[in-house]
């Protein structure tokens, strides 16, 4: 059974640092391209970031780029978030999602979610 | 950038069919997926490629794309299904969702 469970949320001040992992299992999966999409309070989904199945940063949404690294270790089936200079616009549940199609080129949709990590960014 | 554009909000009877739109420029030119987000939940998707339902996803969820619009329909909606839906699609590298839609079953 696929599970992805993330982890590392946590209340962080503004301009600090934190990261954040997704453990995943039941899957190959270096096979597939993983992603970050967040969920400010009451609001809706925002894509964050993505990496292929071979590595490769795929993007990051503008409201993040070059501030948020995205990595993954295929060795501990692990995917990564660093999140640097955070500030309370931040704030989010955070979940990762993993693409549909093993080793496709970007067009697939996510079919497995985790249950999301909390991110609170305040003073 | 690219944008999807979806109704804040969708009523629909029990028994009856909702119909929820997503619309951007040439969306009909890619694939549109579906979500499904129940309060207090992850996401959960219900359409991709337009108009395929993963396995476990009932039959009255349905969906189209063509044009700028992509639909997804729900037949004899039930009051379970009330939640947030967002529609999602690719724009080159970068994956776009919708603003989403409260579906509300009265």
């Known amino acids: 059974e696929v599970e992805l469970v993330e982890s590392g949320g946590d209340l962080v001040q503004p301009g600090r640092a934190l990261r954040l992992s997704c453990a995943a299992s039941?899957?190959?999966?270096?096979?597939?391209?993983m992603h970050w999409v967040r969920q400010s309070p009451g609001k809706g989904l925002e894509w964050v970031a993505g990496i292929r199945w071979f590595g490769a940063t795929m993007g990051y949404a503008d409201s993040v780029k070059g501030r948020f690294t995205i990595s993954r270790d295929d060795a501990k089936s692990s995917l990564f978030l660093q999140m640097d200079s955070l500030s309370p616009a931040d704030t989010a549940i955070y979940y990762c999602?993993?693409?549909?199609?093993?080793?496709?080129?970007?067009?697939?949709?996510?079919?497995?979610w985790g249950q999301g990590t909390l991110v609170t960014v305040s003073p | 950038s690219y944008e999807l554009t979806q109704p804040p909000s969708v009523s629909v009877s029990p028994g009856q069919t909702a119909s929820i739109t997503c619309s951007g420029e040439k969306l009909g030119n890619k694939y549109a997926s579906w979500y499904q987000q129940k309060s207090g939940q992850s996401p959960v998707m219900v359409i991709y490629?337009?108009?395929k339902r993963p396995s476990g996803i009932p039959a009255r969820f349905s969906a189209s794309n063509s044009g700028n619009i992509a639909t997804l329909t729900i037949s004899g909606t039930q009051a379970v299904d009330e939640a947030d839906y967002y529609c999602?699609?690719?724009?080159?590298?970068?994956?776009?969702f919708g603003g989403g839609t409260k579906l509300t079953v009265l």
């Open positions: 490629q337009d108009n």
């Open positions: 999602a993993r693409e549909m199609l093993a080793r496709s080129a970007p067009a697939s949709p996510f079919d497995y």
């Open positions: 039941g899957f190959t999966f270096d096979d597939y391209a």
């Open positions: 999602q699609a690719w724009d080159t590298s970068f994956v776009v």
